[in-house]
């Protein structure tokens, strides 16, 4: 075949360089043009289906040479496929020295990839100088390939499932109850770290780096204070916002896309902003590709990603933007380099992606991020599987007349999940979820707006079996202990006799009591409006709730 040399002067420079399509059309273009026809753009597509299958790809790869083939598996494996003569000339390759031409010429010629000067500089990257780059198809089947043929061993599972969300809940809970304070520098004191992060639940080991449980406190703090679900009084210190206290009553998916999207927009990690954002968008349109549940190689996402964004980068908008930030008050050198690009990516990845349970991480045996899996939560969440996940079915728990009550991860357990941890204590999570119910985690789910009707629905509907006796009697005489009055008809009860006192010697509900026929039970008159009975105890610090 004869020697294509790609039109490097183009709008569609990059596209051509580093897509297999856009190298099908120029070369069908360049070859129309040499014959002073038009381009035949159905055999050119028709080529491209052929030539762009996993299958074709690693066939063609296997033709290469020894020696290119195993600068391509070098290339691939540790730099995405694209590898630049001054990274190559550190690398050991058995005295393999940089041959440019001839690589290109036999990439060219097998419809793999090209040797070119990489000119990125305009376009906010460092890159400029001779570069061998294979095409994003032939990366994306080489990738897909290895992580079939050599899994990575992964020794530890990350999974976060919805314990950001339960956490949130938690901190804003929190803040109700205690006085949080913050220095004049706006930051969180080591004390108020101290007591919020025991509050998390214990999903995250204590010397855990992926992620640690004062990183999770740090994203939470930043996430409320940006979207200003909690604000800072005059004496310094925290307490939620009206619009923290809606956003809590939001169901679980709705919550996931609100931190799904600052994370997205998060400007605490490292990298050039203009890329990273748009980089991120095309990471979560790569991730809704990846097959969930299995495990790919830790920067199998992040090459991919950054791939399909240079090969798809607008050059006007980009370059107007970085000529426009280059004559800036002081100007602006590139940042990153393509390298880098990947790495800040895999960082956002793991920081975020996994912090939110969209990707589960799976570590070696010193720690470190060797594998990502798209979870079925994310699946879920960025709309790739239905409700009922890939399971189907219900979730159920088995509840043990001690209290301990175990949740069986049959179909979609992640909302059931996030409800459990609303008012139990959660003591592990492995394959399946363990819990604990005691007094004082039903407070907290008090304090966070549950009702003791949702606490028993929710268990009538997903337990296993009958529902312990005891433990509906304990959570009964537990609410009633925390100021909870139950109407039956138009009678008010509670063996807490304090909260009948207070009803009945509060002025604004006088007019509602017909007769106090015993110390614990007030019978209202008929016609009393329920919702406002409901508001009137909620302001003597009592709730209303029908058994």
């Given at each position: 075949?004869?020697?294509i040399r790609i039109?490097t002067?183009?709008?569609?420079?990059l596209y051509k360089s580093?897509t297999?399509?856009?190298f099908?059309?120029?070369?069908?273009?360049?070859?129309?043009?040499?014959a002073?026809q038009?381009?035949d753009?159905?055999?050119?597509?028709?080529?491209?289906?052929?030539?762009?299958?996993?299958?074709?790809?690693?066939s063609?790869?296997r033709?290469?040479s020894?020696?290119v083939?195993a600068i391509v598996?070098?290339a691939?494996?540790e730099?995405?496929g694209?590898l630049?003569r001054s990274?190559?000339?550190?690398?050991?390759m058995?005295g393999s020295t940089?041959s440019?031409?001839v690589w290109?010429?036999?990439l060219?010629s097998h419809?793999l990839?090209?040797v070119r000067?990489?000119?990125?500089a305009?376009?906010?990257?460092?890159?400029?100088?001779e570069?061998?780059?294979?095409?994003?198809e032939?990366?994306?089947?080489r990738?897909k390939?290895?992580s079939e043929?050599r899994?990575?061993?992964v020794?530890?599972?990350?999974?976060m499932?919805v314990?950001l969300?339960?956490d949130i809940a938690?901190?804003l809970?929190?803040l109700?109850?205690?006085?949080?304070?913050?220095?004049v520098?706006?930051e969180?004191?080591?004390t108020?770290e101290?007591?919020?992060v025991?509050?998390?639940?214990?999903?995250i080991?204590a010397?855990?780096?992926?992620?640690?449980?004062?990183?999770?406190l740090?994203?939470?703090y930043?996430f409320?204070?940006?979207?200003r679900?909690?604000?800072r009084?005059?004496?310094?210190?925290?307490?939620i916002?009206?619009k923290g206290l809606q956003?809590e009553?939001?169901?679980l998916?709705?919550?996931?896309k609100d931190?799904l999207l600052f994370s997205?927009e998060?400007?605490?990690l490292?990298?050039?902003?203009?890329?990273q954002?748009?980089?991120?968008?095309?990471c979560l349109?790569?991730l809704?590709r990846?097959?969930?549940?299995?495990?790919?190689?830790a920067?199998f996402?992040?090459?991919?990603a950054r791939n399909?964004y240079?090969?798809g980068?607008?050059?006007k908008?980009v370059l107007?933007?970085?000529?426009?930030?280059a004559?800036?008050?002081g100007?602006?050198?590139p940042?990153d380099?393509?390298?880098?690009?990947?790495?800040?990516?895999?960082?956002?990845?793991?920081?975020?992606?996994?912090?939110?349970?969209?990707?589960?991480?799976?570590?070696d045996?010193?720690?470190?991020?060797?594998?990502i899996?798209?979870?079925?939560l994310?699946?879920?969440?960025?709309?790739?599987?239905p409700?009922?996940g890939?399971r189907?079915g219900?979730?159920?728990?088995i509840?043990?007349p001690?209290?301990?009550?175990?949740?069986l991860?049959e179909g979609?357990?992640?909302e059931?999940?996030?409800?459990?941890?609303?008012f139990?204590?959660?003591?592990?999570h492995?394959?399946?979820?363990?819990?604990?119910?005691t007094e004082?985690s039903l407070?907290?789910?008090?304090?966070?707006?549950?009702?003791i009707?949702?606490?028993l629905?929710?268990?009538?509907r997903?337990?296993r079996?009958?529902?312990?006796?005891?433990?509906?009697?304990?959570?009964h005489?537990?609410?009633?202990r925390m100021g909870?009055?139950?109407?039956?008809?138009n009678t008010l009860r509670?063996r807490?006799?304090?909260?009948?006192e207070?009803?009945?010697?509060?002025?604004r509900i006088?007019?509602h009591?017909?007769d106090r026929?015993s110390?614990?039970?007030?019978?209202l008159?008929?016609?009393?409006n329920?919702?406002?009975?409901?508001?009137?105890?909620?302001?003597?610090g009592l709730s209303v709730?029908r058994p």
């Amino acid at each position: 075949m004869s020697e294509i040399r790609i039109d490097t002067d183009g709008r569609g420079d990059l596209y051509k360089s580093f897509t297999l399509k856009g190298f099908v059309d120029e070369f069908y273009t360049a070859r129309a043009r040499a014959a002073n026809q038009s381009a035949d753009g159905a055999r050119a597509l028709e080529t491209y289906k052929l030539y762009s299958e996993d299958r074709a790809i690693l066939s063609r790869l296997r033709k290469l040479s020894p020696s290119v083939n195993a600068i391509v598996g070098k290339a691939v494996e540790e730099f995405g496929g694209v590898l630049p003569r001054s990274v190559f000339d550190r690398l050991s390759m058995n005295g393999s020295t940089w041959s440019g031409d001839v690589w290109r010429r036999e990439l060219e010629s097998h419809f793999l990839g090209t040797v070119r000067e990489l000119s990125l500089a305009p376009y906010g990257i460092h890159a400029g100088e001779e570069t061998l780059v294979l095409f994003h198809e032939v990366v994306l089947a080489r990738l897909k390939a290895i992580s079939e043929e050599r899994p990575a061993t992964v020794v530890k599972e990350v999974e976060m499932g919805v314990d950001l969300v339960s956490d949130i809940a938690r901190f804003l809970a929190f803040l109700q109850e205690d006085h949080v304070r913050f220095t004049v520098h706006g930051e969180l004191f080591k004390t108020s770290e101290k007591r919020l992060v025991d509050q998390f639940v214990p999903g995250i080991d204590a010397d855990s780096k992926e992620p640690s449980p004062h990183e999770v406190l740090d994203f939470i703090y930043h996430f409320c204070s940006a979207e200003r679900l909690v604000h800072r009084t005059g004496d310094r210190t925290y307490t939620i916002s009206e619009k923290g206290l809606q956003w809590e009553k939001q169901p679980l998916l709705e919550k996931q896309k609100d931190l799904l999207l600052f994370s997205v927009e998060d400007r605490g990690l490292p990298g050039d902003l203009f890329h990273q954002i748009r980089l991120r968008r095309h990471c979560l349109s790569y991730l809704k590709r990846m097959e969930p549940e299995r495990w790919y190689d830790a920067m199998f996402l992040p090459f991919v990603a950054r791939n399909a964004y240079i090969a798809g980068m607008d050059p006007k908008t980009v370059l107007q933007f970085y000529s426009a930030r280059a004559n800036g008050a002081g100007g602006s050198a590139p940042l990153d380099d393509l390298q880098q690009m990947g790495w800040n990516l895999l960082l956002w990845i793991r920081r975020r992606l996994a912090l939110l349970g969209i990707v589960d991480l799976g570590l070696d045996a010193v720690g470190r991020p060797v594998a990502i899996r798209f979870s079925r939560l994310g699946a879920k969440l960025l709309g790739v599987l239905p409700p009922s996940g890939l399971r189907g079915g219900r979730s159920h728990i088995i509840m043990n007349p001690n209290f301990e009550i175990v949740l069986l991860p049959e179909g979609d357990e992640f909302e059931l999940a996030h409800a459990l941890d609303r008012f139990c204590v959660r003591k592990k999570h492995e394959i399946l979820y363990h819990y604990e119910l005691t007094e004082e985690s039903l407070r907290r789910g008090m304090r966070d707006g549950l009702r003791i009707s949702e606490v028993l629905h929710l268990f009538t509907r997903h337990v296993r079996g009958n529902l312990p006796q005891n433990i509906v009697f304990s959570i009964h005489e537990w609410a009633e202990r925390m100021g909870v009055v139950w109407l039956e008809g138009n009678t008010l009860r509670s063996r807490h006799l304090e909260s009948i006192e207070r009803l009945f010697t509060a002025p604004r509900i006088a007019s509602h009591v017909a007769d106090r026929p015993s110390a614990d039970m007030l019978v209202l008159r008929p016609g009393t409006n329920f919702s406002e009975l409901r508001s009137i105890a909620r302001d003597l610090g009592l709730s209303v709730e029908r058994p």
